[in-house]
């Protein structure tokens, strides 16, 4: 499979639910709808923003299959298939069939278990090699305690059918190794908000982002800037999308920008356990940023 350019600014879209926790699809539509009317460039469906790990398979397929069908081919698309087991991962990606729609998978290092650089290694190639789209690792050992290093990503970056990192480590000294001696066609994109100007500035070419769900034209706009060298102007947006970055992860995602959707009157601020609403202290704060 060929390698494919997914750049700029991607969003991880949350999944809505009702008041009874069942998913909201019209409000989902609405959603995809209001980001690619708002000049993102490609979509993310069922990462840890999306409550993936809440989601049934069934679930996980339906809101997948929505999407594909609201976004009707203006965007690209990168679907969440992860987990710690590697083999249902695996089987997660075969008994879905259907990559006709989908441009890449997002695949998050195995949480729990802990594995050795070795057994990442080993983890990722095995599913590049089953997918039948092109693989984006996601390193988030924040969430997971199992860091991808350096030398690991430049390993699997040599495999024909991984094309890029969404890398949320917060350490530039790894990251700048990576956009050091990374294959040209391998992609490495910011997985957090707030640092995504300085790592564009070091060789970054996008983001996966959250707070762009709320602030789409902003965030867009700034990566854009940022990516044609025009910093100056590319600051501006990053400091007047900031605050807001800050207050969404406050009390946890997806339970701050599902806050603040929810305060725009986009979704119902409803979250599935384990996790719940943001305080109430975060919930003002993200009001009074938004009025």
């Known amino acids: 499979m060929a390698k494919k350019n997914i750049k700029g600014t991607g969003v991880a879209i949350v999944t809505p639910f009702k008041e009874d926790k069942t998913i909201d699809f019209p409000a989902l539509g609405n959603l995809v709808n209001y980001l690619i009317d708002n000049g993102i460039d490609f979509l993310v469906v069922l990462g840890t923003?999306?409550?993936?790990?809440?989601?049934?398979?069934?679930?996980?397929?339906?809101?997948?299959?929505?999407?594909?069908?609201?976004?009707?081919?203006?965007?690209?698309?990168?679907?969440?298939?992860?987990?710690?087991?590697?083999?249902?991962?695996?089987?997660?990606?075969?008994?879905?069939?259907?990559?006709?729609?989908?441009?890449?998978?997002?695949?998050?290092?195995?949480?729990?278990?802990?594995?050795?650089?070795?057994?990442?290694?080993?983890?990722?190639?095995?599913?590049?090699?089953?997918?039948?789209?092109?693989?984006?690792?996601?390193n988030v050992p924040g969430r997971t305690k199992s860091n991808i290093a350096a030398e690991t990503t430049l390993r699997l970056a040599e495999h024909p059918n991984?094309?890029?990192?969404?890398?949320?480590?917060?350490?530039?000294?790894?990251?700048?190794?990576?956009?050091?001696?990374?294959?040209?066609?391998?992609?490495?994109?910011?997985?957090?908000?707030?640092?995504?100007?300085?790592?564009?500035?070091?060789?970054?070419?996008?983001?996966?982002?959250?707070?762009?769900?709320?602030?789409?034209?902003?965030?867009s706009q700034m990566v854009r800037l940022a990516l044609d060298g025009q910093f100056d102007k590319a600051r501006q947006l990053h400091y007047k999308v900031l605050p807001m970055t800050n207050a969404i992860f406050e009390d946890g995602n997806p339970a701050g920008i599902k806050a603040a959707l929810s305060i725009k009157g986009m979704i119902k601020n409803e979250l599935r356990l384990p996790l719940v609403p943001v305080n109430e202290a975060t919930y003002q704060k993200i009001k009074e940023l938004l009025n």
């Open 49 to 138: 923003t999306g409550e993936s790990a809440t989601l049934t398979s069934d679930e996980r397929n339906q809101v997948l299959d929505y999407v594909i069908e609201v976004n009707a081919g203006r965007l690209p698309i990168v679907a969440g298939f992860g987990g710690n087991n590697t083999q249902a991962v695996i089987n997660s990606i075969r008994a879905r069939g259907d990559f006709s729609n989908i441009d890449a998978i997002l695949s998050v290092a195995p949480y729990y278990n802990k594995p050795n650089q070795r057994g990442l290694y080993e983890h990722f190639i095995a599913i590049a090699e089953v997918s039948p789209v092109p693989v984006i690792l996601y």
């Open 162 to 219: 991984i094309m890029a990192i969404k890398e949320a480590s917060g350490d530039f000294g790894q990251i700048m190794e990576i956009i050091r001696n990374k294959p040209d066609d391998f992609t490495v994109l910011s997985g957090d908000d707030a640092i995504t100007l300085p790592l564009i500035s070091v060789g970054v070419e996008g983001v996966i982002s959250v707070v762009a769900m709320v602030y789409p034209q902003e965030m």
